[in-house]
């Protein structure tokens, strides 16, 4: 059976030599994302899941000679080339999402949330490695990872953020980011066709006060929402400004339009607070769409962030060497996204893995889906 990820990825160079190449790779590497997909989050459990299913699997793959252990496996994803690897999947996530299209949204303007996530146990004091970092780029239109980009040692996300910016495809977008950076950052996303929403902080201190200040006097746009669940409440309160004059700093941030304040008051008990954030956008839009395209954000938290350190306990795992650690930050990607393009089931991504796993029918479903 051909797949997507078979057209996609055996592009990818073999790095192995002679003897070495027991095991074809295109195998390894589809092998390794049916086991993630089914549960396993160590190359031990790929190994393990290849055992227990192998009679299986040889529906799908040759397996000429058997089952790659999990040091095979392992070595191979040392291996490749990252940079390789990540642009196989951008290409894979962009065809993905095309065919997601046909699900009648393919008239929203795509909101593309960029943020960093750490894989905790990557580290290694002993070593003196730091923790693997990662700047993620997420669909809130499709619910799927677009790509990923390292953060170099020594370094953080928001000099990451570009690098990936210029990987990925952003025109017509609307990308948001929880941090401004530097300006060159809203110069990419308009010279790539593309608009911003971008998070100001108090460390830019003259133009936080500026724009603070002036919701004092005037606000273009007012929106509330209001959301219940959990015993808890919260009521989200926008407010635009588009009328730029008094902003000093509006020459030096290109295209920008808006700026946009955000009140947040949580309810829980007798306890509430209440906190205020500030933006700044390219886009002329009103305070209903701003509240609305803002909170679609944070989905790169609960979609994806919490769903990886959930659904696929990527704090825990260990794996130290810089390259294997990326390129199965990959794989995990990879499967997550193969889990929430299936519309199948109303299941939660954890309890999908365990459906896989357990019921061959299932991922044959999940296989035979053309987004797989």
Known sequence: MTTSLHDHFRWI??????????????????????????????????????KEKEDFLKQLLPLENGIPSHDTINRVFMMIDADVFERCFRAWTA???????????????????????????????????????????????????LGQQKVADKSNEISAIPALLS??????????????GPKAIAEKIIESQGDYILALKQNHETFYDQVTNQFNFREDSYSQHLDKGHGRSE?????????????DEKENWKGIKSIIK????????????????????????????????????WGIENQLHWQLDVG????????????AAQNLAVVRKIALNILKADKTSKASIKAKRK????????????????NF
């Not at 065919?99 to 996530?117: N, P």
């Not at 696929?312 to 390259?323: L, P």
Request: with cysteine.
């Open 167 to 180: 990987l990925l495809n952003i025109k017509g977008a609307v990308v948001s980011i929880d941090a401004m």
């Open 355 to 370: 459906m896989a796993g357990w019921n061959h029918k299932f991922l044959l479903t999940l296989i035979a889906n053309k």
């Open 235 to 247: 009521i989200r309160t926008c407010k635009v400004i588009h009328e730029l004059n008094w902003i």
């Open 312 to 323: 696929f306990a990527e704090d825990y795992n260990t794996t130290r060497n810089s390259q």
């Open 95 to 145: 065809e993905l999402g095309q065919s997601l299209q046909t699900t009648g949204t393919s008239g929203e303007r795509e909101l593309i949330a960029i943020d960093g996530k750490s894989v905790c146990n990557s580290a290694c004091k002993h070593q003196g490695l730091g923790a693997l970092h990662l700047v993620s780029a997420w669909s809130g239109r499709n619910q799927l990872v």
């Open 262 to 297: 955000i009140t947040s008051e949580r309810i829980i008990g007798d306890s509430r607070t209440t906190q205020n954030r500030y933006y700044i956008s390219s886009l002329q839009a009103d305070a209903a769409y701003f509240n609305k395209a803002i909170r679609t954000h």
């Open 13 to 50: 160079p073999d790095p192995r030599t002679g003897n070495n190449k027991k095991h074809n790779l295109l195998e390894v590497i589809i092998l390794s994302v049916l086991a993630v997909v089914c549960g396993a989050e160590s190359w031990y459990e790929m190994e393990e899941f290849g």
